[in-house]
């Protein structure tokens, strides 16, 4: 993996103290509006958040009333933010491949957002290798991305620990390397803290933006790639084809 210690200080860095009430609305709007939605009813199936960072998605899932969640961060300050911010005991400072280890089919849902970008190319085949083992049969995992179809990709830049984009085809490349073959992807909208200004967002994407890049792709490459162009990226990777 990437050395750590560029994320010794990484909270720090990000000034996330300093942010933190506006870190944990956008954070609570993006677990409402990107992971709540796929999870199972079920309130003890076991979840874990790899890159769990300062641990917001990790709160609002414990909020929510899963009572089986875990974490693992290899950023000493998240980790120790985490704990500090919402009193979380089920963090771990470690490397995740080797959290995984002897966890086979264990977690009904594995979350990955905002992490893969942060990683070499070969460790994130592996890494997903391992949560194709963790876990189980009929579970899944969800992963965020910047975007590499959307227009200048803003995100891969915000961060110097960025290291690539996924579009559509090379997370789906990416993910059957790792043993998946079922996938699917859903825009991210950029967000607001304004109703009128998420509403504005949202009509500028779905009826103008996303069309016209449509139609860009279709003229430069002869053919639609694609279909989602916002900033960010959504996946849903089932493990079993009989989801």
């Known amino acids: ?10 909270a720090s860095a990000q000034s996330y103290r300093e942010h933190m009430p506006l870190t944990l609305f956008y954070g609570k709007k993006d677990f409402e509006e990107h992971v709540k939605p796929y999870l199972p009813k079920d309130k003890s199936i076991r979840i874990l958040d790899i890159g769990c960072g300062h641990g917001t998605c990790i709160n609002e899932l414990i909020k929510s009333g899963y009572v089986n969640v875990e974490g693992v961060d290899i950023s000493p ?5 985490a704990k500090e911010q919402f009193r979380l005991q089920n ?3 470690e490397d995740p491949i080797e959290f995984l280890e002897n966890k086979s089919d264990y977690y ?3 979350l990955l957002t905002n992490l893969l970008e942060h990683l070499e190319l070969n460790y994130s085949i592996e890494l997903l290798k391992k949560v194709h083992l963790s ?20 995100h891969l830049y915000m961060d110097i620990t960025h290291l690539r984009a996924y579009s559509t085809t090379s997370f789906s ?7 998946f073959s079922k996938g699917s992807f859903s825009p991210v909208f950029p967000r607001a803290i304004s109703k009128f200004r998420n509403f504005m967002t949202k009509f500028l994407w779905k009826c103008i933006l996303n ?33």
Request: with cysteine.
């Open 211 to 243: 069309p016209l890049l449509a139609i860009y792709f279709s003229a430069s490459l002869n053919c639609r790639i694609g279909s989602v162009y916002t900033p960010n990226l959504l996946a849903i990777v089932h493990k079993s084809e009989l989801n």
């Open 173 to 179: 490349q990416l993910f059957k390397m790792a043993g």
């Open 77 to 81: 300050d998240q980790i120790a933010l």
């Open 108 to 110: 009904e849902v594995i």
């Open 1 to 10: 993996m990437n050395s750590s210690s560029l994320y010794d200080d990484y």
């Open 135 to 154: 876990l189980k049969k009929t579970g899944f995992f969800i992963a965020q991305v910047p975007n590499a179809f959307s227009p200048f990709c803003p």
């Open 91 to 93: 963090v771990f400072c």
